[in-house]
C-alpha cells in the first residue's frame, strides 16, 4: 500500500484510468484531473461530451487571459 493522501491517490488513479484509454494521452488526462476534477472514467460517462469540452476550454482560456495580463505587467 502507498503512503499517500486520499486525494493524492486519487489523482494518481485517475492520471492512470484515463490513460489506459488508447485517444487519451497524458496531457488530456493531466486536464481531466487537475483542471475538471475528475478522477475516473465511470465519473466522465456522468457528463455530456459538448459540456465538459466547454468547461475545460473556459478554464484553459482563463488562465491564458491571466498569463497574459501577468505578461503585459
Same mark, same amino acid.
Given at each position: 500500500m502507498l503512503d499517500v493522501t486520499l486525494e493524492r491517490a486519487n489523482v494518481l488513479k485517475? /492520471?492512470?484510468d484515463f490513460q489506459s484509454v488508447p %485517444?487519451?494521452?497524458?496531457?488530456?488526462?493531466?486536464?481531466?484531473?487537475?483542471? /475538471?476534477?475528475?478522477? %475516473? /472514467? %465511470?465519473?466522465?460517462?456522468?457528463?455530456?461530451g459538448a459540456k465538459l469540452f466547454a468547461e475545460l476550454e473556459q478554464k484553459l482560456d482563463q488562465g491564458r /487571459?491571466?498569463?497574459?495580463?501577468?505578461?503585459?505587467i
Open positions: 485517475g /492520471l492512470a %485517444s487519451i494521452g497524458y496531457k488530456l488526462a493531466e486536464k481531466l484531473v487537475f483542471e /475538471l476534477s475528475i478522477f %475516473s /472514467l %465511470s465519473k466522465i460517462k456522468d457528463h455530456d /487571459l491571466g498569463m497574459n495580463f501577468l505578461v503585459k
